[in-house]
């Protein structure tokens, strides 16, 4: 018999103008992986932040190994071994690693020694854990993966009874994602119960031995491990079936070269990257974590400062020197990491989505909430079905994905005629997704052209017409869509060792 470690029932919550949670209930036993799925805004977060004492339930009940808790702040949550890594990560970025980790709990003492117990307990945590990092380095120069496993170390050093995972996974690579099933292995046979919310379908079956599903802040139902079917899943998610598009065909949409990019090296990483984009064209860039897809976008935007090679915008050589060169010459970048690309998310949605585009949509004082503006955005909310109570909602209140949805918006409203978009579909769950998918194929249908990154093999073989595969800063495949599968996109992505030798020679 499993031992019930947590017993939710009735939960109910409602924010102003939103029911997030009704009547929501699950169960949770020792040792096991309980994974939470749900579309953006369906409610996970929050049930989360009332578990961790961040949010107060409105009705309901929680009872923690039998006896009912009253769960009035982080404090007591932590009391009573419930610890939670947040979605939105909540880190001090000029702190180091150690003292992020131990915050508000520093060791007794001097400032010197209390920095280097610090550092030793930290080490020792990060040694156990697997992970390789140097606890005195400061959290925000590490890259978004980095300072997820910091965030992870951190809710681990709890030693918590209930963990609860916001989706972790979310800008891991895959050996970071092995890890971090490692260490939920380790947790699990030491009896810990997690919590895990993810968007990665895949994930289920490997990690979770139950599902519970939440749609419109309602419970729906749970599915035990031997019973778990992902088309069931989605079915549940959603509320209805969902279809999957047709591939694209490579030769329909062969327009005009809009983009031209040819031997482009950088000091760091890039070597003679050169390609071809075509109005009207999906260029998928696939590539293992690291070979080299985000600095192609970067260079060419000019983020970053390139060596050598030269960037044509419809046949002519243009210099692009910073970010704001590339938006003149009508080329957008959605980035990956969407925290540093800044929503304002004290502001509301309509000037989130307007605030990249203000000469098209402000008047003459300069203000975003014209009518024209805001019949943009409410277009905007409805065509990616952006979860808000209204576009004047304060984007900070929306959840994590649809605060997503609502930066696609922006890049959407700003009309570059070349997209570049990174990770598009990161932390956006399945049925959105497609939305995004139909938006980006209607896109390039009126004529625009768009560069996709993604890491999701499905998602590049589903939308590009011709997929571009780099390893290692260098191109070493570009396939057409018919003639490509994952098994081919992968035998490029990891091909590279031998082409780097046959070059250096
Ligand atoms: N502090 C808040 N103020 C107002 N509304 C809120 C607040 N927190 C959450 N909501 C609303 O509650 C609903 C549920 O949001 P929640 O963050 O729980 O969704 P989620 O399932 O975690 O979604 P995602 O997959 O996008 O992270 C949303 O409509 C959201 O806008
Ligand atoms: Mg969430």
Redesign the pocket.
Known sequence: MPTQLLAVHGISKS????Q??KDVQFELNRGEVLALV??????????M?ILSGI?TKDAGSISLEGAEVDIDSPKTAQTLGISIIH?EMNLMPHLTIAQNIYIGREPRGGVFLRERALNRKATELLQRLGIALDPREVVGNLTVAKQQMVEIAKALSFDAKVLIM??PTSALTESETETLFRLIEGLKQRGTGVIY?S?RMEELRRIADRVTV?RD?QYIGSLEKHELDITRVIDMMVGRHLEEGARPSSDRHRGDVVLRVQGLSTRHLLDDVSFELRRGEILGFAGLMGAGRTEVARAIIGADPIDSGTVEINGKQVRISQPSDAVRHGVGYLSEDRKLLGLLLEQDVNSNILLASLRDYTDALGFVHTPKGKQKSREYVKSLRI???SIA??T?????????KVVIAKWLARDCDILIFDEPTR?I?VGAKEEIYRLLNDLVAQGKSIIMISSELPEVLRLSHRIVVMANGRITGVLENEDASQAKIMDHATRMGVEKEYSSR
């Open positions: 924010f102003p103008g939103v997030a949670l749900g579309e953006n805004g369906a409610g996970k977060s929050s049930l932040k949010y979605q916001d989706e919310i968007h939440l802040g979860k808000t109570p909602a304060t900070k209140n929306l959840s994590g994905g649809n605060q997503q932390g769950d």
